[in-house]
C-alpha cells in the first residue's frame, strides 16, 4: 500500500538548513523541542510503529475476509456488507443515498456494486414514489437465501481473525478507539467531503 511519506528524511535527505539533533544523555530521553517556524511535524517512531501496525492489520484483515467471501459466496466484502445492511433495514429496502452513507463509499462505486448484486439476482431496483430521481436497493429472495448460507462462514473468519486474538479489554479499547477515530473524519457541518457524498 503506498502512502505519503510519514518520518522524518534520513540524514542524507535532512534539509541543510536543519539543525542537529540536541544531544542526548544516556538513560535520558531527549528535551522536547517545538518545531521551527515552517517545519514539518514527521511522525515519532512510536507514532511511526503504531500507524504501520495499524496498515499491516487492516490491509491483511480486509484481504482475509474478502478471499473467505470470495471462495464461499463468488462477491468480494463490500457486497457482502451492502446485503448485510439491506438484510437489517424495514421490508430489506434502503434509498440508494442511504445505502452509500451506511456503507461509507462513494455513489458511483455504489451505483456498480448495486448492478453486480442485480446481475446475480440478489438485490433489485425500485423507483421512489415520492422522488422522481429516487431509488430503492432491495434485497430478493435469493439475496437472502445466499446471505442466510454465507454469514455463517463469514463470522466464523471475522472471530478467527480478530476477536479471538483480543482480550475483553482489548476488544473495548479497540472499539472505542475505532469510534473516536470514525467520529473525527465524520464532521457534521454542511459541505464536508464524505464519500455518499460524493
Known amino acids: 500500500m503506498n502512502t505519503a511519506p510519514v518520518s522524518a528524511p534520513g540524514p542524507a535527505q535532512a534539509p541543510a538548513a536543519q539543525a542537529p539533533a540536541a544531544p542526548v544523555s544516556p538513560g535520558r530521553a531527549p528535551a522536547a523541542q517545538a518545531p521551527a517556524a515552517g517545519a514539518h511535524r ?18 491483511l484483515l480486509e484481504d482475509h475476509l474478502d478471499r473467505q467471501l470470495q471462495r464461499d459466496a463468488g462477491m468480494p466484502h463490500v ?18 443515498t442511504e445505502l452509500a ?6 455513489r458511483s462505486r455504489l451505483s456498480h456494486a448495486v448492478a453486480r448484486l442485480e446481475k446475480n439476482g440478489w438485490v433489485r431496483r425500485e423507483d421512489c414514489p415520492s ?24 463470522v466464523t473468519a471475522v472471530r478467527q481473525a480478530l476477536f479471538e486474538r483480543l482480550s475483553p479489554e482489548q476488544q473495548q479499547s479497540l472499539g472505542e478507539i475505532m469510534q473516536i477515530v470514525a467520529e473525527g473524519l465524520q464532521p457534521d457541518e454542511a459541505g464536508a467531503d464524505l464519500p455518499w457524498l460524493r
Do not use: S
Not at 514527521?42 to 490491509?59: G, I, K, M, N, S
Not at 452513507?101 to 462513494?106: D, Q, S, W, Y
Open 42 to 59: 514527521w511522525l515519532t517512531p512510536d507514532e511511526q510503529r503504531v500507524w504501520r501496525a495499524y496498515l499491516h492489520a487492516t490491509t
Open 79 to 96: 457486497y457482502y456488507a451492502l446485503l448485510v445492511q439491506l438484510a437489517e433495514a424495514p421490508r430489506r429496502r434502503l434509498r440508494m
Open 101 to 106: 452513507m451506511n456503507a461509507k463509499i462513494t
Open 131 to 154: 422522488d422522481k430521481r429516487g431509488q430503492f436497493a432491495v434485497l430478493t429472495e435469493d439475496g437472502q437465501e445466499v446471505l442466510r448460507r454465507t454469514a455463517p462462514g463469514h
